[in-house]
């Protein structure tokens, strides 16, 4: 059975840093490519960073570049995102999302290519 299990969010100000952790089980990080996600209301979830099962490469949506990072510890078979300089607009629920196969960017940030998924973590970034 695999579970993927978000930690870590809360309440921040803006300008302030989180760390989210997603332990998996059932699955191992370093066979899947690992993804996180977020969804604010009345949005629909959107891509936030992603890396691939060889741990080669790592992909950013736009707006997250140079201030998010996402990271694993295979021997915790832990994902991590690291956020920093939080905007107030960042604030949403958070998803870690993990699927096998293809390491194409087109595949790996669309949220509709993943076979499972944690139960989300909120993050809220105060102005």
């Known amino acids: 059975q695999v579970q993927l299990v978000e930690s870590g969010g809360g309440l921040v100000q803006a300008g302030g840093s989180l760390r989210l952790s997603c332990a998996a089980s059932g699955v191992t990080v370093n066979s899947y490519n690992m993804g996180w996600f977020r969804q604010a209301p009345g949005k629909e979830r959107e891509f936030v960073a992603g890396v691939t099962w060889s741990g080669d490469s790592t992909y950013y949506a736009d707006s997250m570049k140079g201030r998010f990072t996402i990271s694993r510890d295979n021997a915790k078979n832990t994902v991590y995102l690291q956020m920093n300089s939080l905007k107030p607009e960042d604030t949403a629920v958070y998803y870690c999302?993990?699927?096998?196969?293809?390491?194409?960017?087109?595949?790996?940030?669309?949220?509709?290519?993943?076979?499972?998924w944690g139960q989300g973590t909120q993050v809220t970034v105060s102005s």
């Open positions: 999302a993990a699927r096998e196969g293809t390491t194409a960017w087109s595949i790996i940030s669309r949220a509709d290519r993943y076979y499972y």
